[in-house]
């Protein structure tokens, strides 16, 4: 399927399972490699971040604790620029290497949002992990660390993305196409 229609607009297939499997291969030996022996724990940033952080853990290879926070800062189409978050809790990450994973960092506020609060937490480390990072809208200097997919500034859905509640069940990354 090359074309789909979520909420009346049409996508079209960006990124296949295949290449995001292949990807997420790459970056799990790299994380064997660097954490195997730190105990991290996974911070999953929900909702988008599900199916990638699945995929990612069934191909780690050392014991791990994993954790889930839900933030939102999307409205449609377009980031809202403030972040709607829950209480994150999470005083269990104190002291302790941390892995966030991602589905998307796009103007970046998310993930300086996190690391603020990873750090009033106190953790000994932590690291980002983003499925997809659009370079042109970041806004900060700091980047992730692994980053599977630099994009365009096009909005995307599919593997866990979602377009107004829609699309999180595709297995496959499509990207919206401008009438
Ligand atoms: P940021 O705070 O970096 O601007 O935005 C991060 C969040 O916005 C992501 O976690 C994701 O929920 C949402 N987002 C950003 N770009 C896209 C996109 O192209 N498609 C979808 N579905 N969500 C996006
Ligand atoms: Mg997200």
């Known amino acids: 399927m090359s074309n789909t229609f979520i909420h009346t607009k049409k996508f079209e297939l960006y990124i296949t399972q295949a290449q995001i499997k292949q990807r997420i291969e790459a970056i799990a030996e ?4 660097q954490y195997a022996e730190k ?5 999953v940033v929900l909702k988008g971040a599900f199916r990638f952080a699945a995929d990612l853990i069934e191909k780690l290879n050392f014991p791990l604790e994993i954790e889930f926070v839900r933030l939102a800062s999307y409205e449609g189409t377009e980031s809202s620029g403030k972040i709607l978050a829950q209480d994150l809790g999470l005083s269990n990450l104190s002291h302790r290497t941390v892995i966030v994973v991602e589905d998307i960092i796009d103007t970046g506020n998310t993930y300086q949002y996190i690391e603020a609060k990873l750090q009033t937490l106190q953790v000994a480390s932590s690291m980002m992990i983003t499925l997809l990072f659009k370079p042109n809208k970041y806004q900060f200097e700091k980047k992730p660390e692994f980053i599977g997919f630099e994009i365009p500034d096009d909005f995307v859905v599919g593997y866990g993305l ?13 990207t919206l196409k401008e009438e």
């Open 39 to 43: 105990q991290p724990i996974i911070l």
């Open 30 to 33: 790299e994380i064997n490699r």
């Open 162 to 174: 979602d377009y107004d509640g829609l699309g999180r069940e595709l297995n496959d990354i499509y």
